[in-house]
């Protein structure tokens, strides 16, 4: 038995839907074998803590069956993974890939994209949501004064002033992680500066605060 296998995008997509991209399936049904690399996620285990669990590389697409089976070769030299090198045969699926590069030009949307762009600005958020798995409780836009900011910051509103005031308990991150954890919020992303919602317990419905 190897000692890698291939991850499946699929099921990391559906932990990270709004921060994890893998390309749609419109988009792989459009790639041709002889003309597309694509790049692939060969987990591993290993006994030193400072290796990573995974390696990512490019595999180019030599052919695919009718069952939805690809073969290809490594196009790259893996650093941890001992049983592997450049050059070997690949079998894999659609729901592995991750990355595409071809030499035909793609003329396609791709929506999965769309989505992982739109919430890549970032945010405040609270220890609360990111560690201990409350959700998102109040949340207040301020004025923009940094593009990569979008102005928000979340909190659980169980925060003490104690809590706040260190500056250790909030994450400056992607709206997108966020999302990951709790998208109740989502449909206010697009509010006007200065506005601020809290959760009514009882409904679960953001109610404006004024």
Sequence with gaps: MPSWRLENTNEIREEAPYTFYRPSDDIIDKLKPGETT???????????????????MWV??????EDGNY?????NA???????SEGDSIVFRREHIIQYDTLEELIVED???EVIQKFTKKCFVSNHIMNEGYL???LYREEIDDEDYSGWTMMSDYETQEYVDDVTNLQYIS???????????IHLLDEPI??????????GSYLPVV
């Design 194 to 203: 200065g506005s601020e919602f809290s959760k009514d317990d009882e409904t």
């Design 136 to 138: 998102v409780g109040r």
């Design 71 to 75: 073969s290809g070769t490594l196009d």
């Design 38 to 56: 694509v790049k692939l996620i060969f987990s591993f285990e290993s006994d030193e803590p400072e290796d990573p669990s995974a390696e990512r």
């Design 60 to 65: 180019i697409m030599d052919s695919v069956d």
């Design 175 to 185: 709206i997108g992680k966020v999302l990951n954890l709790d998208d109740s919020f």
């Design 78 to 84: 893996p650093f941890h993974i001992k049983d592997l």
């Design 111 to 113: 929506p999965l994209a």
